[in-house]
C-alpha cells in the first residue's frame, strides 16, 4: 500500500505542515467566535434600539402630559377669583357660654370670674 492510499491520520507530515493546519484550525475557531459575537453583538444592539425608541416615545408622552398639565393650570389660574374668601377659619361664638368654666382653651368664650 502506498502513501496515497492510507487513511489520512496515519499520513505522516512534516512540523512545518502540522503548525499550518494547527494554525489555520485556530483561525477558524477564532472566525467562527467572531461570528457568534457578531451575532450577539447585533441582537443586543437592536434590543436597545427597540428600548431606546420606547423610552423616546414615553418621554414625548410624558412632556406633552406636563404640557397638558401646565395649560390647565395658566386656564384655572385665569378664572379663578383674584380675592380670598372673607369666611373665617376658627368657628365663632353665638353668644355666652352657659358653663362658668369654660377654659377649654378653643379660643371661643372664656367666661372666668378669676
Excluded: F
Excluded at 72 to 79: E, F, G, L, Q, S
Excluded at 80 to 96: F, K, Q, R, V
Amino acid at each position: 500500500m502506498t502513501i496515497d492510499r492510507l487513511p489520512a491520520s496515519v499520513v505522516p507530515v512534516s512540523a512545518a505542515s502540522a503548525a499550518k493546519v494547527s494554525s489555520l484550525a485556530k483561525q477558524q475557531r477564532l472566525t467562527n467566535e467572531a461570528t457568534v459575537l457578531q451575532r450577539q453583538v447585533g441582537l443586543e444592539i437592536a434590543q436597545l434600539t427597540a428600548e431606546s425608541a420606547q423610552l423616546e416615545r414615553r418621554a414625548t408622552l410624558l412632556q406633552d402630559a406636563m404640557n397638558a398639565q401646565r395649560r390647565v393650570t395658566i386656564a384655572v389660574a385665569r378664572v379663578a377669583p383674584t380675592t380670598t374668601s372673607s369666611i373665617p377659619t376658627t368657628h365663632a361664638t353665638t353668644g355666652a357660654s352657659s358653663s362658668k368654666d369654660d377654659n377649654d382653651n378653643s379660643g371661643g368664650n372664656d367666661n372666668d370670674s378669676n
